[in-house]
T-cell receptor
């Protein structure tokens, strides 16, 4: 199946620092989603992107739909301990509603 | 509002036994998805249903896996016989869309952690 690669695989940062992660694909997608998964829970949707170049914010989170339509980026500003978790990207092509998920970025915030 | 409900939350079984995982999607949602999550392979789509009909089961690993959706409010994922390599967290998700909308956001359940000894 389609593989979305996320980078970095894991991050250890100090509270208050900004975080950047990305997701790349060999295929073009028309929708990008970013999810967060807390330990022992299912992924929860953070941000959805529908147009190339689109920049969307949700509180301290900002995500961008790459102009090539093969990548997307997520930034978290002024990280706090509750940002800890695994962040997944997901992409959807223009037919059908199957989303392909990335490999995940594990974030640890050190107080 | 109740989200996606999965049961059991944890299941420990011995190799060769039959395992049945259950899912109740969000009321009114038209699509239902089964995923498997492991450290090695991440989140993988196994099968999804639209209006109770299986649309794509290409992700189902092998004949030991089967999924049913007898009505709009219930789905099962069965593994028979189970093997240690089936150990994973199995997620069910539902979405309100009809299958082609770009806005078909999926809502995930809490998952079932399966351990096959």
């Amino acid at each position: 199946g389609q593989q979305l690669n996320q980078s970095p695989q894991s991050m250890f940062i100090q509270e208050g620092e900004d975080v950047s992660m990305n997701c790349t694909s060999s295929s073009i997608f028309n929708t990008w989603l970013w999810y967060k998964q807390d330990p022992g829970e299912g992924p929860v949707l953070l941000i959805a992107l529908y147009k190339a170049g689109e920049l969307t914010s949700n509180g301290r989170l900002t995500a961008q739909f790459g102009t090539t339509r093969k990548d997307s980026f997520l930034n978290i500003s002024a990280s706090i301990p509750s940002d800890v978790g695994i962040y997944f990207c997901a992409g959807q092509r223009d037919t059908g509603n199957q989303f392909y998920f990335g490999t995940g970025t594990s974030l640890t915030v050190i107080p | 509002d109740a989200g996606v409900i999965q049961s059991p939350r944890h299941e420990v079984t011995e190799m060769g036994q039959e395992v049945t995982l259950r899912c109740k999607p969000i009321s009114g949602h038209n699509s239902l998805f089964w995923y498997r999550q492991t450290m090695m392979r991440g989140l993988e789509l196994l099968i999804y249903f639209n209006n109770n009909v299986p649309i794509d089961d290409s992700g189902m690993p092998e004949d030991r896996f089967s999924a049913k959706m007898p009505n709009a409010s219930f789905s099962t994922l069965k593994i028979q016989p189970s093997e240690p390599r089936d150990s994973a967290v199995y997620f069910c998700a539902s979405s309100p869309g009809q299958g082609t909308s770009a806005t078909d956001t999926q809502y995930f359940g809490p998952g079932t952690r399966l351990t096959v000894l």
